[in-house]
């Protein structure tokens, strides 16, 4: 707690432990170690906590409750509702900083990480300004959603019409009474594609690669999240018979609207990296005709949108729904701990056994909840950077 006169002291620690990004994996992960009398400062790039939730668009709400999305030390206010918004999640974030008293260092990026020379334990850190840094330990918690993916469709730089990936889209007063695109039936494809169509666009069409599993957000007072945490650790091949049966008695099929039920099951698809879309809307924009689905997008021609079946639309604007890269090549990718898609090959309390005492945290994207994971990732990180620390110190 902070000013507890019991806690230890962290000052004679001659190395602190670096968190590279202030967003809830990051000071999640610093606010579990100060716990445990570990010095940890985060180090942010931005000039304030939370950056990414702060871009996102005024729409956002958590897709889980709050209850199941507070970090360690803190619950999420009440006042706040069962699904939190954009704003009060930044709200959250700032007090959550404040509230454990969080060493932050703002405004600086680290831009390489490397190990320390030779014959010491630890890393080094690369940072703007020239700033090199010594570490006990790092943790990465750069954020899942850190740069916009942009596809290269072919004759992209021929429309003339406003061509923005999601990462811009902020509301729907700028597309009212025009024709709009969304390309990309995630969550926030789904929900980008609702608040124009409720929000005065003439015209809202979804163009879908692959069907999307959609699943009510709550059904009768039963959060979705729930069922994921609950099913998590089942066999896939139940968890998709399971979604299959669930599916049918919850959600309409939509395959006369043009989204069609997956023919691959709902655990299947989350294990290849797509989860669920919750819906915030979806069904009854479709139903009603106010969201259009369509094929998805082939290519650009001028002031036409050519999708896969062959048609060709003439949109006002594209929003691209289309995600994120991680971006930790140049960061942490001479280290070898990146898959061949860019994203760690380790997470929470484990480490590369290359790369011991350098943690991940904020990568991934379950169906139980990211808030609830980085929680508990930050509390086993904590643990073991602890354990770490000490025998460190004892040298």
Do not use: C
């Not at 400062?41 to 996102?56: C, I, L, M, P, T």
């Not at 209850?67 to 954009?86: H, I, K, N, T, Y």
């Not at 929470?348 to 508990?376: D, V, W």
């Amino acid at each position: 707690m902070p000013g507890d006169p019991t806690a230890p002291d962290m000052t004679t620690q001659p190395r602190p432990v670096y968190v590279i990004g202030a967003g809830p994996g990051g000071l999640a992960v610093a606010a579990a170690l100060r716990a445990r009398g570990v010095r940890a400062v985060v180090v942010e790039k931005a000039d304030e906590v939370g950056a990414s939730w702060r871009r996102h668009y005024d729409r956002l709400h958590l897709h889980t409750t709050r209850r199941l999305s507070a970090l360690p030390g803190l619950a999420v206010p009440r006042r706040f509702g069962r699904w939190v918004s954009r704003d009060d999640v930044v709200r959250y974030l700032e007090k959550y900083a404040e509230f454990h008293e969080l060493e932050l260092v703002t405004g600086v990026e680290v831009t390489r990480i490397e190990p320390a020379p030779e014959g010491e334990d630890g890393w080094t850190l690369h940072a703007t300004g020239g700033r090199v840094l010594s570490a006990a330990a790092v943790v990465v918690a750069t954020g899942f959603n850190h740069t916009p993916a942009l596809p290269d469709w072919p004759g992209r730089d021929t429309y003339g019409g406003p061509l923005l990936h999601a990462a811009d889209y902020r509301n729907p007063r700028p597309y009212a009474g025009q024709d709009v695109l969304v390309v990309g039936v995630g969550n926030t494809g789904a929900e980008i594609a609702v608040d124009l169509a409720e929000g005065g666009a003439a015209r809202v069409r979804l163009a879908v690669r692959t069907a999307p599993h959609i699943v009510r957000r709550s059904t009768a007072g039963w959060p979705a999240q729930r069922t994921g945490i609950l099913v998590r650790r089942l066999p896939v091949r139940l968890v998709d018979r399971l979604g299959a049966l669930v599916a049918r008695a919850s959600v309409p099929d939509l395959s006369a609207y043009g989204l069609p039920r997956p023919t691959t099951g709902l655990y299947s698809r989350v294990k290849q990296g797509s989860i669920p879309v919750q819906d915030v809307g979806l069904i009854d924009a479709v139903r009603s005709g106010k969201v259009e689905p369509v094929a998805a997008v082939d290519s650009f021609d001028g002031a036409e949108v050519v999708l896969a079946d062959g048609s060709r639309i003439t949109p006002d604007a594209v929003v691209a729904a289309t995600g994120y890269r991680r971006a930790l090549e140049g960061l942490v990718g001479h280290l070898g701990v990146l898959d061949e898609r860019g994203r760690p090959r380790t997470h929470g309390a484990r480490t590369p056994g290359q790369a011991r005492g350098l943690y991940f945290t904020g990568f991934t994207n379950p169906i139980s909840g990211m808030f609830r994971e980085m929680a508990r990732d930050a509390e086993k990180i904590a643990k073991a950077v602890a354990r770490q620390t000490a025998r460190q110190t004892a040298r």
